[in-house]
C-alpha cells in the first residue's frame, strides 16, 4: 500500500496511464521486491521446519532421513542430507536474486 502514494505512482497517473498499468509496471514492480526476499528467507526456514514435523509426525522424507542417520550415527548418510538441503537453499536464493535483478533494474551484477 505503500508504493500506491508514492511520487513516481502520482506521476504515472498524472501522465494519464491507465490504472491497470500503473498499478502492475509501477507500484506492483516495486513493492514486490521484498516480498519475493522474504519468500527466499522463508525457504530456508521451511526447511529447517520440516525436520520438526517429519519427526513429530513420522513422515518420511529428508528432515527423518537426518534425524535417523545421526541417530544411527550414520555419517555420511548426514552429510548427504545436509549438504542436499544446503544446496536446495542455495539454489532457490540465488534464484530469487536473479528474479529481484531482473525486477529492479537498479540492481547489476
Given at each position: 500500500?505503500?508504493a ?69 550415527a550414520d ?35
Amino acid at each position: 500500500l505503500d508504493a500506491l502514494t508514492q511520487d513516481y505512482v502520482r506521476t504515472a497517473r498524472a501522465k494519464g496511464l491507465r490504472e491497470r498499468v500503473v498499478l502492475t509496471r509501477h507500484a506492483l514492480r516495486n513493492a514486490i521486491i521484498p516480498v519475493i526476499t522474504v519468500l527466499g528467507l522463508q525457504f530456508g526456514q521451511l526447511l529447517g521446519g520440516a525436520v520438526i514435523t517429519e519427526t513429530v509426525f513420522a513422515w518420511p522424507g529428508i528432515g527423518q532421513l537426518t534425524v535417523d542417520s545421526i541417530r544411527n550415527a550414520d555419517f555420511p548418510v548426514t552429510q548427504a542430507a545436509v549438504i542436499t538441503i544446503a544446496v536446495m537453499i542455495s539454489v532457490v536464493n540465488t534464484a530469487i536474486d536473479v528474479v529481484v535483478g531482473i525486477i529492479d533494474p537498479r540492481i547489476r551484477f
